[in-house]
């Protein structure tokens, strides 16, 4: 005559040793009188803050039961699923008695079910269930059998965690040794779009991962495949996936023979590059790129253009200032010979001579060089402006 639920969760519990003495030191309180009282008038209170919600809980019908089994209620909290046994329990000293606590029919569908990180060539054999019911399924162990020609054969043992109503679970009892996978990953990386504003160069770049499987079967079967989501991509083909545990599950049809299944993932980094900074060989690069806009190409190669001629005006006057200092260095070389020589002998002249050669030769290269560095000047200016207006 025991009333008796049975409840799937995992609440709070402790133990607590109530049949022990314990001694507990109590400090010596005082006499105090206290100041005189003077309660304060009441003014009124502020309005009430809204009570909590209470937890939700819902009653479900009960679960039809084998004959002779007493009718079972199930209660669902936030934490926790009871089934209650609406008649007493009785049983005999010794005795073991089982109770089934749901009774129904539910849908499942065979499928397989491919994870590499569990077998890298054969898929698992999964039942796929779906909870119809209204009540959640505790978590446990199956044992599935299938139905065939000679009776129901058991097929192997499964893990069900806690299955809410309206969830669907894969079930996986078997290596499927009928089915051969080969998988194939790729991944390439390209520049996708680059647009200028504000001086500054916005590159996205995409990268592709493409995950080729390989399947070889002997009869057809629903094929779910396991395969690791790209950090901050999408998924692009197929469309009908979920995701889980940071996973995708990719379902694919499988026929008899050899074929091919591809899962494609894409993401796209942007990078903001100043335009002045840039370094013309990743420029050129650039300017050169069929994945870019006709309008931002050409402004791009432009841009080459305008700083290859900045690059040419900048060596030029760098070509002048070392024939400047070379010419420097002469001068102060025959500086030097013309002390050690006598004064109005040959040698003395024909240094004295070449000092005149050098002095003239460095007066012209000194012009040269200020138009040289007029030149340069511009082109700097140039390829400022073209970028300020871009």
């Known amino acids: 005559g025991v009333d008796l639920t049975l409840v799937s969760g995992r609440p709070v519990s402790y133990r607590q040793a109530l049949y022990r003495a314990y001694q507990v030191q109590r400090p010596e309180a005082p006499l105090g009188l206290g100041p005189p009282l003077n309660p304060q008038v009441d003014q009124g209170a502020m309005a009430a803050m809204a009570a909590p919600a209470p937890m939700l809980r819902k009653a479900f019908s009960a679960a039809r039961l084998s004959p002779g089994a007493a009718p079972i209620a199930a ?15 009785s049983l ?36 796929q269930l779906v909870n119809d019911g209204k009540t959640t399924l505790p978590p446990g162990l199956v044992t599935i059998y299938e139905r065939g020609e000679n009776g129901a054969v058991y097929v192997g043992d499964s893990r069900l965690s806690a299955m809410p109503a309206g969830d669907t679970r894969l079930l996986s009892y078997a290596l499927d040794q009928n089915t051969t996978i080969e998988e194939d990953d790729s991944d390439n990386a390209s520049l996708a779009r680059a647009r200028i504003a504000k001086r ?20 057809p079967l629903k094929l779910v495949v396991f395969t690791p989501k790209l950090e901050g991509a999408k998924l692009i083909a197929p469309a009908d996936a979920t995701e889980a545990e940071g996973r995708y599950r990719v379902p694919f049809d499988v026929k008899p023979g050899e074929q091919s299944f591809a899962v494609t993932q894409e993401r796209t980094d942007t990078r903001l590059v100043a335009l002045a900074g840039l370094a013309d060989a990743d420029l050129a690069v650039y300017a050169k790129s069929g994945a870019i806009d006709d309008a931002t190409r050409e402004s791009l190669q432009k841009l080459a253009s305008l700083r290859a001629a900045e690059a040419e005006a900048v060596r030029a006057v760098g070509e002048a200032q070392s024939r400047i200092s070379a010419i420097t260095a002469d001068q102060m070389r025959l500086k030097t010979l013309l002390g050690a020589v006598a004064a109005g002998s040959d040698l003395a002249k024909r240094y004295l001579a070449k000092l005149d050669a050098d002095e003239t030769g460095l007066d012209a290269e000194r012009a040269a060089q200020d138009q040289r560095q007029k030149a340069r000047d511009a082109a700097r200016q140039a390829v400022e402006s073209f970028v300020a207006a871009l």
């Open 200 to 219: 500054v160069l916005t590159l996205d770049d995409l990268t592709r991962r493409r995950a080729v499987y390989h399947v070889k079967a002997t009869a």
């Open 75 to 89: 209660q669902a909290g936030e934490a926790e699923v009871a089934f209650h046994l609406s008649q007493p329990v």
């Open 92 to 127: 005999a000293n010794g005795h073991t008695l089982s109770l089934p606590i749901v009774d129904e029919t539910a849908p499942a569908a065979r499928v397989a079910v491919y994870d590499p990180q569990t077998d890298a060539r054969h898929p698992l054999s999964a039942a």
